[in-house]
Protein backbone atom coordinates (compact mmCIF):
# COMPACT_ATOMS: atom_id res chain seq x y z
CA UNK A 1 0.00 0.00 0.00
CA UNK A 2 1.94 3.20 -0.74
CA UNK A 3 1.49 5.47 2.71
CA UNK A 4 -0.44 8.92 2.30
CA UNK A 5 2.43 11.85 2.43
CA UNK A 6 0.64 14.42 4.58
CA UNK A 7 1.64 15.98 7.50
CA UNK A 8 -2.53 17.14 8.78
CA UNK A 9 -5.34 15.27 9.28
CA UNK A 10 -8.83 16.78 9.53
CA UNK A 11 -11.47 14.90 11.28
CA UNK A 12 -15.12 15.62 13.42
CA UNK A 13 -15.75 14.20 16.81
CA UNK A 14 -15.68 11.07 17.74
CA UNK A 15 -13.03 9.46 15.53
CA UNK A 16 -10.43 9.04 18.12
CA UNK A 17 -8.08 12.01 18.11
CA UNK A 18 -7.46 12.45 21.72
CA UNK A 19 -7.07 8.47 22.27
CA UNK A 20 -4.78 8.42 19.15
CA UNK A 21 -2.75 11.03 20.16
CA UNK A 22 -2.43 9.88 23.63
CA UNK A 23 -1.15 6.11 22.59
CA UNK A 24 1.04 7.06 19.75
CA UNK A 25 3.84 9.73 20.49
CA UNK A 26 3.52 10.35 16.39
CA UNK A 27 0.49 12.31 16.46
CA UNK A 28 -0.71 15.32 18.42
CA UNK A 29 -4.01 16.36 18.90
CA UNK A 30 -3.88 19.76 18.02
CA UNK A 31 -7.54 20.20 19.13
CA UNK A 32 -6.44 19.22 22.62
CA UNK A 33 -4.20 21.45 23.42
CA UNK A 34 -5.75 24.39 22.02
CA UNK A 35 -8.34 23.67 24.38
CA UNK A 36 -6.66 23.21 27.29
CA UNK A 37 -4.43 26.27 26.48
CA UNK A 38 -7.41 28.30 25.71
CA UNK A 39 -9.20 27.99 29.02
CA UNK A 40 -6.07 27.21 30.88
CA UNK A 41 -7.28 23.75 31.65
CA UNK A 42 -3.81 22.17 31.84
CA UNK A 43 -4.89 20.13 34.95
CA UNK A 44 -7.97 18.35 33.60
CA UNK A 45 -8.48 14.71 32.34
CA UNK A 46 -9.64 13.44 28.93
CA UNK A 47 -12.90 12.64 30.90
CA UNK A 48 -13.31 16.06 32.16
CA UNK A 49 -12.33 17.56 28.77
CA UNK A 50 -14.85 15.85 26.90
CA UNK A 51 -17.45 16.19 29.67
CA UNK A 52 -17.06 20.16 29.49
CA UNK A 53 -17.11 20.53 25.13
CA UNK A 54 -19.69 22.27 24.80
CA UNK A 55 -19.39 24.60 28.03
CA UNK A 56 -15.42 24.94 28.94
CA UNK A 57 -15.97 28.43 31.18
CA UNK A 58 -14.71 31.47 30.97
CA UNK A 59 -11.34 32.13 28.50
CA UNK A 60 -8.00 32.82 29.57
CA UNK A 61 -6.28 33.07 26.76
CA UNK A 62 -7.97 34.79 23.39
CA UNK A 63 -4.67 34.04 21.02
CA UNK A 64 -5.77 30.25 21.44
CA UNK A 65 -5.99 30.33 17.83
CA UNK A 66 -2.14 31.49 17.19
CA UNK A 67 -1.55 29.20 19.95
CA UNK A 68 -2.54 26.54 17.91
CA UNK A 69 -1.06 27.20 14.56
CA UNK A 70 2.26 28.04 16.03
CA UNK A 71 1.78 24.08 17.69
CA UNK A 72 0.91 22.61 14.19
CA UNK A 73 3.87 24.05 12.83
CA UNK A 74 6.11 22.83 15.48
CA UNK A 75 4.49 19.42 15.22
CA UNK A 76 4.62 19.18 11.14
CA UNK A 77 8.46 20.58 11.51
CA UNK A 78 9.08 17.69 13.91
CA UNK A 79 7.86 15.17 11.86
CA UNK A 80 4.75 14.41 13.62
CA UNK A 81 1.02 14.20 11.95
CA UNK A 82 -1.10 17.41 13.53
CA UNK A 83 -4.72 16.02 14.30
CA UNK A 84 -7.27 19.30 14.13
CA UNK A 85 -11.05 19.67 13.30
CA UNK A 86 -13.60 21.96 11.52
CA UNK A 87 -11.47 25.12 13.07
CA UNK A 88 -12.21 27.15 10.14
CA UNK A 89 -8.65 29.69 11.29
CA UNK A 90 -6.37 26.87 11.94
CA UNK A 91 -8.06 25.17 8.97
CA UNK A 92 -7.31 28.09 6.49
CA UNK A 93 -3.69 28.29 7.72
CA UNK A 94 -2.84 24.58 6.43
CA UNK A 95 -4.71 25.19 3.06
CA UNK A 96 -3.43 28.95 2.52
CA UNK A 97 0.35 27.45 3.74
CA UNK A 98 -0.43 24.44 0.79
CA UNK A 99 -0.04 22.05 3.92
CA UNK A 100 -1.09 17.90 2.66
CA UNK A 101 -3.79 17.12 4.40
CA UNK A 102 -6.34 13.99 4.84
CA UNK A 103 -9.90 14.64 5.58
CA UNK A 104 -11.41 11.63 8.02
CA UNK A 105 -15.07 10.94 7.71
CA UNK A 106 -17.76 8.92 9.20
CA UNK A 107 -19.58 7.44 6.65
CA UNK A 108 -23.46 8.46 6.48
CA UNK A 109 -24.79 5.43 7.85
CA UNK A 110 -23.19 5.89 10.86
CA UNK A 111 -25.12 8.55 12.91
CA UNK A 112 -25.74 6.43 15.69
CA UNK A 113 -22.86 4.80 16.71
CA UNK A 114 -21.59 8.09 16.79
CA UNK A 115 -23.90 9.33 19.00
CA UNK A 116 -23.22 6.34 21.35
CA UNK A 117 -19.56 7.10 20.83
CA UNK A 118 -20.17 10.22 22.13
CA UNK A 119 -22.18 9.08 25.09
CA UNK A 120 -19.79 6.96 26.23
CA UNK A 121 -16.71 9.53 25.94
CA UNK A 122 -19.00 11.61 28.97
CA UNK A 123 -19.56 14.43 26.19
CA UNK A 124 -22.71 16.75 26.93
CA UNK A 125 -26.46 16.19 24.82
CA UNK A 126 -26.25 19.65 23.64
CA UNK A 127 -22.84 18.54 21.80
CA UNK A 128 -24.23 15.82 20.85
CA UNK A 129 -26.96 17.09 19.50
CA UNK A 130 -24.91 19.57 17.55
CA UNK A 131 -22.75 17.46 16.13
CA UNK A 132 -25.30 14.50 15.07
CA UNK A 133 -28.88 16.45 14.71
CA UNK A 134 -30.02 14.63 11.69
CA UNK A 135 -29.55 18.06 9.56
CA UNK A 136 -26.10 18.49 10.95
CA UNK A 137 -25.21 14.87 10.39
CA UNK A 138 -26.31 14.64 6.70
CA UNK A 139 -24.89 18.59 5.77
CA UNK A 140 -21.17 17.68 7.58
CA UNK A 141 -21.29 14.00 5.61
CA UNK A 142 -22.29 15.99 2.09
CA UNK A 143 -19.54 18.57 2.73
CA UNK A 144 -17.21 16.24 3.41
CA UNK A 145 -18.01 13.74 0.47
CA UNK A 146 -17.67 17.07 -1.78
CA UNK A 147 -14.72 18.80 -0.51
CA UNK A 148 -11.81 18.97 -3.31
CA UNK A 149 -9.14 20.51 -0.81
CA UNK A 150 -8.05 17.75 0.89
CA UNK A 151 -4.77 15.49 -0.76
CA UNK A 152 -6.54 12.17 0.59
CA UNK A 153 -10.02 11.16 1.78
CA UNK A 154 -10.79 8.57 4.06
CA UNK A 155 -14.78 7.51 4.72
CA UNK A 156 -14.42 5.34 7.97
CA UNK A 157 -16.67 2.00 8.47
CA UNK A 158 -18.65 0.91 10.73
CA UNK A 159 -16.40 0.33 14.59
CA UNK A 160 -13.59 1.99 12.55
CA UNK A 161 -11.37 4.64 14.36
CA UNK A 162 -7.96 6.78 13.85
CA UNK A 163 -6.64 4.32 15.33
CA UNK A 164 -6.91 1.54 12.85
CA UNK A 165 -6.01 3.38 9.94
CA UNK A 166 -2.60 4.59 10.86
CA UNK A 167 -1.23 1.97 8.53
CA UNK A 168 -1.81 4.62 5.34
CA UNK A 169 0.40 6.84 7.34
CA UNK A 170 3.37 4.81 8.99
CA UNK A 171 4.45 1.32 8.53
Known amino acids: M ?5 SVILCGPAVGKTYLANHDSRFVDIDQEKSKYKYGLDNCSIEELEKGKSNRGKVINTDSNKYAIELLEKTINSGKIALISYQ ?8 NNKIKYCLVYANINLREEYISRMKKRGNEDTFINDMTNEE ?3 SFYEKNKNDLKPTYKIELKEKEYLSD ?7
Open 136 to 138: AWI
Open 88 to 95: EEILNDVI
Open 165 to 171: IIEYFFD
Open 2 to 6: EKYKC
